[in-house]
C-alpha cells in the first residue's frame, strides 16, 4: 500500500510539474484526424513510476506542449521535439519536457509532439500518422512563427530513439502528400537526433520500432521508404547526431549511415559517438562524457547560425 500512495504522489507531482513548467497545450488538429478511425474504446494511457518516469500509450489526439520564450530572451530559434519509445509509447518527461526545459535556458523556443502512435484500430494507415502529426506540427509552428517570436527560417526537429526516426521521416519526407495541407512548408531547418532508429532494414533497424510502425511483414517498397538513409537528397536539412558506442538497442549503423548519406550530398552534419551511455540517456548519463552532447549542440547550432 505504500509503494502504491508513493506511485501515485510522484504521478501527481509529475503532471503538476509539467502543468507548470508549459504555458500551454494545443490541439495538433482542428476537427477530424486526417484518415483517422472512430473508436471510442481506444483511450489513451499515462503512465509513470517510483523515478519520476512519464510516459504515455495510444496516443488518439496529438497535441503540441508549448514552451516559448520573452522575446528579449530569444534568438528566435524553435525546435519541434519528439520523444522516443520505439513507436509504442512516449518517454514525455525524459525526451520531452527535460529538453524543452533545457531549450528554453539557451534562448530556444521548444515544442514537445504528443504524436500518435501507429496503430490500425484508430487509422487507416498507421505507417503514415505520425509523419501527418510531424508535418501539421511544423507548420503550425511557422504559421504561427510572428505571433510567437520565432524565426520562420530558424525552426529545426529533435528526436530521440523511435522519436528520432520520426524527426528523420520529416527531414527527408517534408514534402510528401500524407494528407490535404495548405501550401506552409513542412521542412524542417535543421535536426538534432539523439541515438536515431534511421533505418527500417532488416539487420540496422530495431525491430520493435519497424514491427510498431510497418507491421510484421513489410514490403521492400516500404522499408526502403522509411529507411531514411535511402531517402537524403541535397535538400535534406543539417543534422547533429550523438549516441553512445556502447547502445545495445538500436544499432550505430544507423546515424552512422545517415551521416555518410548528408556528406554524400554535402550537407553540414555532425555526429558524436561517446564511447559509453547506452541507449535512452536523455540530456545526458552522469559519469560518462556524453552528459556533455548538450554543449556540443549548443555550439553547433552557433556555428550553424540557429544561435
Known amino acids: ?14 503532471l503538476a510539474s509539467i502543468s507548470n513548467a508549459q504555458k500551454e497545450v494545443i490541439n ?37 506542449s508549448i514552451f516559448l520564450r520573452p522575446k528579449e530572451n530569444s534568438d528566435g530559434t524553435a525546435v519541434v521535439i519528439c ?25 530556444v523556443a521548444a515544442f514537445v509532439l504528443k504524436y500518435r502512435l501507429p496503430s490500425d484500430q484508430i487509422m487507416k494507415d498507421k505507417t503514415i500518422g505520425p509523419l501527418q502529426d510531424a508535418q501539421e506540427a511544423m507548420r503550425i509552428v511557422r504559421r504561427k512563427a510572428k505571433e510567437w517570436n520565432i524565426d520562420p527560417n530558424k525552426i529545426g ?3 530521440f530513439s523511435a522519436g528520432g526516426h ?35 532494414k532488416p539487420g540496422i533497424t ?10 510484421k511483414n513489410p514490403t521492400k517498397e516500404k522499408i526502403d521508404w522509411f529507411s531514411n538513409e535511402l531517402q537524403v537528397n541535397k535538400n535534406t536539412p543539417p543534422a547533429f547526431l550523438a549516441l553512445a558506442g556502447d547502445d545495445n538497442v538500436v544499432p550505430i549503423q ?19 559517438i561517446f564511447n559509453q551511455g547506452g541507449h535512452g540517456f536523455g540530456l545526458g548519463k552522469k559519469g560518462t562524457t556524453q552528459s556533455n552532447w548538450s554543449l556540443l549542440c549548443k555550439a553547433w547550432m552557433k556555428v550553424m547560425g540557429f544561435l
Open 206 to 215: 530495431h525491430y520493435g520500432s519497424m514491427e510498431s510502425l510497418l507491421g
Open 83 to 107: 520523444p522516443g519509445g520505439g513507436y509504442m509509447h512516449l518517454a514525455f518527461t525524459k525526451e520531452g519536457i527535460e529538453v524543452a526545459k533545457w531549450l528554453n535556458s539557451i534562448g
Open 28 to 64: 495538433i488538429w482542428k476537427g477530424k484526424i486526417p484518415d483517422s478511425i472512430e473508436n471510442k474504446n481506444y483511450k489513451e494511457e499515462d503512465l509513470s513510476n517510483a523515478e519520476g518516469i512519464y510516459q504515455i500509450r495510444r496516443v488518439k489526439v496529438p497535441t503540441l
Open 166 to 200: 520520426l524527426a528523420a521521416t520529416l527531414c527527408t519526407h517534408y514534402n510528401a502528400k500524407v494528407y490535404d495541407s495548405d501550401t506552409t512548408s513542412a521542412k524542417p531547418d535543421f535536426s538534432i537526433l539523439l541515438y536515431p532508429v534511421i533505418s527500417m
Open 254 to 272: 544507423n546515424s552512422i549511415d545517415y551521416f555518410l548519406a548528408l556528406k554524400k550530398y554535402k550537407i553540414p552534419g555532425e555526429l558524436h
Open 157 to 159: 526537429i529533435m528526436g
Open 1 to 14: 500500500m505504500r509503494n502504491l500512495i508513493a506511485v501515485t504522489c510522484m504521478y501527481v507531482l509529475i
